[in-house]
């Protein structure tokens, strides 16, 4: 397998098999070997997954504590309770956030 197939079905992981296809016969077309860069938008992915962070807080802590929303979060998103407290602690515009005790 040439380098060009290991890289697409990289992308392919990553963002699906449609859109990778959509980049080989688009951009990657034009490029040569000598490389390109496809930024990851670790901020962005970050930023949006921490917005869903405090939003399911936010509905969950309706019918449960926030304690046991916070380890559910951390469970589900591989973080840990801290990671998630800082998150919820640094939430933009809202003061209502627990912090750990």
Same mark, same amino acid.
């Given at each position: 397998?040439?380098?060009?197939?290991?890289?697409?079905?990289?992308?392919?992981?990553?963002? !699906?098999?449609?859109?990778?296809?959509?980049?080989?016969?688009?951009?990657?077309?034009?490029? =040569?070997?000598?490389?390109?860069?496809?930024?990851?938008? =670790?901020?962005?992915?970050?930023?949006?997954?921490?917005?869903?962070?405090?939003?399911?807080?936010?509905? &969950?802590?309706?019918?449960?504590?926030?304690?046991?929303?916070? &380890?559910?979060?951390?469970? !589900?998103?591989?973080?840990?309770?801290?990671?998630?407290?800082?998150?919820?602690?640094?939430?933009?515009?809202?003061?209502?956030?627990?912090?750990?005790?």
């Amino acid at each position: 397998m040439g380098q060009g197939r290991k890289t697409i079905a990289a992308y392919a992981e990553l963002i !699906g098999g449609k859109a990778a296809e959509r980049l080989q016969n688009g951009i990657f077309l034009h490029l =040569d070997d000598s490389g390109y860069h496809v930024p990851k938008c =670790d901020g962005a992915r970050r930023h949006l997954r921490d917005t869903a962070i405090r939003e399911d807080f936010d509905r &969950m802590t309706a019918t449960m504590t926030a304690r046991s929303a916070m &380890m559910e979060l951390a469970r !589900g998103s591989g973080l840990t309770s801290r990671r998630v407290w800082d998150i919820l602690k640094n939430r933009q515009g809202g003061n209502h956030a627990r912090q750990q005790a």
